[in-house]
Every structure is written in structure tokens, then in C-alpha cells.
């Protein structure tokens, strides 16, 4: 067995124990330590890390696959698997200071990122002075380090750089009080005027382009991927893992539910039988297109030819029609499993409010984007301000 193989599994076994905890990480609005812990030993956290970092190195489909594991037990795990796993692969698209500095106790870090452009950094002697403060900090609660995007306005021209920052110096305010997801931690971030070294920073562009300084340093092509299309496609891993998880606990239901009234089991019935099969056609099919997608980026990557604009775009649409369908078979399975789902202490309505929360994250929006695959495969500019 490869060792991403291995890591698969690790995520897999540790379904029952994420499960068990969903509810305790829902009261506390944050996972439980022994989560965190439980998924660093996986080796999930080091998977993209550079070997000569003491890192795995290896690619976005096994991660995709244990984020998936992990978001069929619970949402917010699943979630922040993604954001603690990519996110060590975006420090290794850092300078070689910036790596050796991050990563010089452990072979991973515990960082949230917010690439909404809402602070602002003023040029200083060796760095920048960052200030602002950024929503949506999913991870903020066991962060280690933080990064956050700041416009730099340069001799009248504006660049968006992407800050990487010590926990010390940010801070993080107390306001995830949501209906879904609220094991995430997702709070607000704030750096009140903090002097980044350049070591530190990274332009927006060099990310979106495949070409960081990162890049440079590590030859495999996993880290001249551009940033959008590995955002977009692992952010959707976990949301497919929710649907996957409700439907193995609708066929689980179905086998010895009997319907009030009539006394009928379900699975006798037609309707649910239909939705059954539906729901495991379309979620097999959304798996399939995701993990085509992924092959598709790592090949172009490999190949020298992944900054395109159509397979950017591409990366864009299967994300957004992954989320789409995965919220649309969790909310019909939740309302084909009957009322008594909806108590507190059900998974079912937990997966509900947490698939329709994620769901309106901007990478995932359906209309934008899908209008920006289709503009682009006609031939029309995109427009100044994409995320692609």
C-alpha cells in the first residue's frame, strides 16, 4: 500500500471517533484537541509538505480522498482538514526562510488563510506593515500561524500580497455564532500594524501563476500548481464527503424504518428505493468529475501548462457543481428520512445546516461560477476581479 493509501485509511478509521465528536465540537464552536491531534498523527497535516522538509510530497487526490472521509464523519473536520493540509502546501510556495522558519519543530503548521483582499500593507525597510482585519479564519482557535491578504499600493498601482504571520501577532476575535459549521473556529482575524519581513509575503499573482518563489525552490510540479483550481477543487472534497456520509446513514435508516401510519418499511417502498439509487448516481458521478479534475490539474501542472484560463475556469465550475449537487442530494435524503431527524442529536440535521452554511462560500456560488466558465469558453473577458 503507498503511503497516501495509508493515510486514507488512517482518516477512514478515525470516522466513528470524528463522528462521536461532531456534537462536542458544535458546543465548543472549535474541534476537540484530540481531533487535531488524531488527524496530525494520520500524517494528513505533512501530506504536501516538502520531503526535504520532512514532509510526504504527495498530490491532491489522496488528500481529496481523506478530506472526504473525514467530511462524511463530520463537517467541520472535513473542512478543517482542508484548510490545515492545503494550507502547509501553500507555505512550501513561500520563500526557503519563510519554510525553514514555519516548519523548524514539525513537519507541519496549523494555519488559517483568508484571501479576501480586506487589509492593507504599506511598504517598510525589509517588509511591509500590515493592518486590517479578515473574516471567515476557519482553524483560527489551534493556529499556530495565520495569513492574510493585504492590497499594496506601490507608485499608484495596487497589489494584493498574501501575508504569512506568527499567532503572536494577530488577533483573534470570538464571533462564529452560526446555524452550520460552527466546529470550524472560523473567526475574525485582525493584525493592527505589524511589520512582515519580505521573507514573508508573496504576490497574489505569482500564486495564481503557478510560479511562487516556492516553486523554485522545489522541483515536483505539485508546487507550480496554480493556487485557484487546488483551492476550488479541495474545498469541495469535504462538502462531497457530507452528502456521502447522510447517504450511508439514509440506506442504514431505510433497512428498519417503518412509516408512521401504515407500518410499511421503507425499504419496501418504490420512492425510496428511487432516491436511493438517485442520490448514489449522482454523488458517484460527482466524485468522478472531481477526481478528473484534479488529474487534470496535476497533469497540465506536470506538463508546464496549468495556468491557462479555460482550465482555471474549468477547476472553478466542477467545484461549484460538486457543492451543488452534494447540497441538493443532503437536503432531498434529509427530507425523504422523516421529522425525527431533525432533534439536536441527529446527524442528519447536523450534515443539513452544515452543507447549506458551506455551501454559500464564495467558491463554490453557481451562478458566478458558472458564468465565468462559460464567458471564458466563448472567448469573453472574464473581468478585472476573479478569483480563477
Not at 455564532?177 to 512582515?196: K, L, P, Y
Not at 477543487?233 to 446513514?249: F, Q
Not at 484560463?309 to 460538486?322: G, Y
Amino acid at each position: 500500500m503507498e503511503y497516501g493509501d495509508e493515510i486514507v485509511r488512517r482518516v477512514r478509521e478515525l470516522a466513528p471517533a470524528l463522528s462521536e465528536r461532531a456534537r462536542q465540537a458544535e458546543d465548543a464552536r472549535r474541534p476537540p484537541d484530540a481531533t487535531i491531534a488524531d488527524l496530525a498523527a494520520s500524517g494528513l497535516f505533512s501530506m504536501l509538505v516538502p520531503k526535504r522538509h520532512g514532509g510526504a510530497e504527495l498530490g491532491f487526490e489522496p488528500m481529496v480522498a481523506a478530506c472526504r472521509a473525514a467530511g462524511a464523519a463530520c463537517a467541520s473536520t472535513g473542512w478543517l482538514s482542508v484548510i490545515y493540509t492545503l494550507h502547509n502546501w501553500m507555505v512550501a510556495l513561500f520563500p526557503e526562510r519563510a519554510q525553514e522558519e514555519v516548519w523548524a519543530e514539525r513537519p507541519y503548521a496549523l494555519i488559517p488563510c483568508v484571501l479576501a483582499p480586506t487589509g492593507t500593507a504599506e511598504p517598510a525597510d525589509g517588509g511591509h506593515r500590515v493592518t486590517g482585519r479578515w473574516s471567515w479564519g476557519s482553524g483560527s482557535m489551534h493556529a499556530d500561524h495565520a495569513m492574510v491578504m493585504g492590497l499594496v499600493t506601490t507608485d499608484g498601482a495596487i497589489e494584493p500580497r498574501l501575508f504569512l504571520l506568527p499567532r503572536a501577532d494577530v488577533t483573534v476575535h470570538d464571533v462564529w455564532h452560526t446555524s452550520g459549521m460552527r466546529g470550524t473556529g472560523s473567526n475574525d482575524i485582525e493584525v493592527a500594524d505589524v511589520f512582515v519581513p519580505a521573507h514573508r509575503s508573496v504576490p497574489l499573482a505569482a500564486l495564481t501563476e503557478g510560479r511562487s518563489p516556492g516553486s523554485r525552490v522545489h522541483p515536483a510540479p505539485l508546487y507550480r500548481t496554480p493556487l485557484v483550481p487546488v483551492f476550488a477543487l479541495t474545498s469541495a472534497a469535504p462538502v462531497l464527503g457530507i452528502a456521502e456520509g447522510v447517504l450511508a446513514r439514509f440506506a442504514e435508516r431505510m433497512r428498519s424504518r417503518r412509516m408512521a401510519y401504515s407500518g410499511e418499511r421503507q425499504r419496501d417502498l418504490m420512492s425510496g428505493q428511487i432516491r436511493l439509487a438517485t442520490a448514489t448516481a449522482d454523488l458517484a458521478a460527482a466524485r468522478l468529475l472531481l477526481e478528473d479534475a484534479l488529474r487534470d490539474v496535476a497533469g497540465a501542472a506536470a506538463a508546464g501548462d496549468a495556468t491557462g484560463l479555460h482550465r482555471r475556469a474549468r477547476a472553478r465550475l466542477v467545484a461549484a457543481h460538486v457543492a451543488a449537487t452534494s447540497r441538493r442530494v443532503v437536503n432531498e435524503l434529509c427530507g425523504a428520512a422523516g421529522a425525527s431527524t431533525q432533534f439536536a442529536d441527529s446527524p442528519f440535521q447536523r450534515a443539513q445546516r452544515d452543507v447549506n452554511t458551506i455551501s454559500g462560500h464564495v467558491v463554490f456560488d453557481p451562478d458566478a461560477a458558472y458564468a465565468l466558465y462559460g464567458r471564458i469558453e466563448l472567448g469573453m473577458d472574464p473581468g478585472p476581479v476573479v478569483l480563477v
